[in-house]
């Protein structure tokens, strides 16, 4: 499990507080999902063809399979997790005693972690600006329907 921290966003922490708690984390899940899809694009494209079939198990979730799980994330976290479902991608990437390693998830990520991590505070930017436009249009349709008298 790789984890990466991103500091010197304060900008960015500062609006994302602005918006209501659930809203906040689901621009920040957008945002990574989004940056995180071509690391999983490569490691499909660098995963060895084989019976296991991980190029197609390959994805980006926000959870981990129950055997993943280690202790509670904090609620004020976000995490999201670039890997492969199938039970044997850890043999792939690592080997055996009996098969040599055959790794796609360490190159992928040695080659894609800095296309992540650039733009993400612009992407963030964006998606906050939209979901306060969202928010925007809702409370001024409240206030339609509320000076018709129709709530």
Do not use: C, W
Not at 123 to 144: F, G, P, V
Request: glycine fraction near 6%; hydrophobic fraction near 40%.
């Amino acid at each position: 499990l790789m984890k990466m921290r991103i500091e010197g966003l304060k900008q960015v922490d500062e609006a994302l507080k602005e918006l209501p708690r659930a809203t906040a984390k689901n621009v920040v899940r957008r945002v990574l999902r989004k940056r995180a899809e071509p690391m999983a694009l490569l490691a499909a494209n660098l995963a060895p063809v084989d019976g296991a079939d991980l190029a197609n198990s390959m994805e980006v979730n926000t959870r981990l399979a129950r055997r993943q799980r280690g202790g509670k994330v904090p609620a004020d976290r976000v995490e999201v997790f670039v890997g492969s479902s199938s039970s044997l991608a850890h043999l792939q990437e690592f080997g055996t005693r009996h098969h040599a390693a055959q790794p796609f998830m360490r190159p992928a990520f040695e080659q894609m972690k800095y296309q992540v991590l650039d733009g993400i505070q612009k992407d963030l930017m964006n998606e906050i600006e939209k979901s306060k436009a969202r928010q925007a249009r809702k409370a001024a349709r409240i206030a339609r329907r509320q000076a018709l008298g129709l709530e």
